[in-house]
């Protein structure tokens, strides 16, 4: 028929190996304030996008934007792989130019995931980062803490955020 639509494709299955995590799969949307040691305080809105295709990796993307105006402020994107033993390697790429290589854990019973920065690439200032997510009474909330040349591990983000 001319004109008419492709038929949708069907979701594919989940792969055994993100199973535990699948309920991080979806669309959130919520709101964080984040600061530092040297930089002044803010508010944000943020969603945040977990998708799969089949594969034994869990596509993971972010942005953010200002609460007043809606401008944009941030954006990241990467690949969460985890491992049967329950740990988990994760790579994100910022809009900042910024690359991240994590390492950490997760819990499918308490629904968490720690992560620790193994590398922190083209970053001149920042050295450290880690990060940690639950999902609790239908929110996913996160802490995000950062390292830099002139301060140790130190709160940077955190927000809260709603399956959409």
Do not use: C
């Amino acid at each position: 028929m001319e004109g008419s639509a492709p038929p949708p494709v069907p979701s594919p299955p989940i792969h055994p190996s993100i199973l535990p995590l699948s309920y991080l799969l979806g669309k959130w949307r919520g709101e964080g304030e984040g600061g530092y040691p040297t930089i002044n305080s803010f508010k944000y809105g943020e969603e945040l996008l977990f998708s799969h295709s089949g594969k034994p990796v869990i596509a993971y993307s972010q942005k953010t934007w200002k609460l007043a105006s809606g401008e944009p402020m941030h954006a990241e994107s990467g690949y969460w792989r985890p491992k049967p033993d329950g740990s988990i390697e994760v790579v994100i790429a910022q809009s900042t130019g910024l690359v991240e290589v994590q390492k950490g854990s997760f819990d499918a019973e308490k629904r968490t995931v720690t992560l620790q920065s193994e590398l922190v690439g083209n970053a001149s200032k920042v050295k450290e980062i880690s990060r940690v997510f639950k999902v609790a009474d239908g929110e996913l909330s996160y802490v995000v803490q950062m390292a830099t040349q002139l301060n140790t591990l130190q709160p940077h983000l955190k927000a809260v955020l709603r399956k959409l």
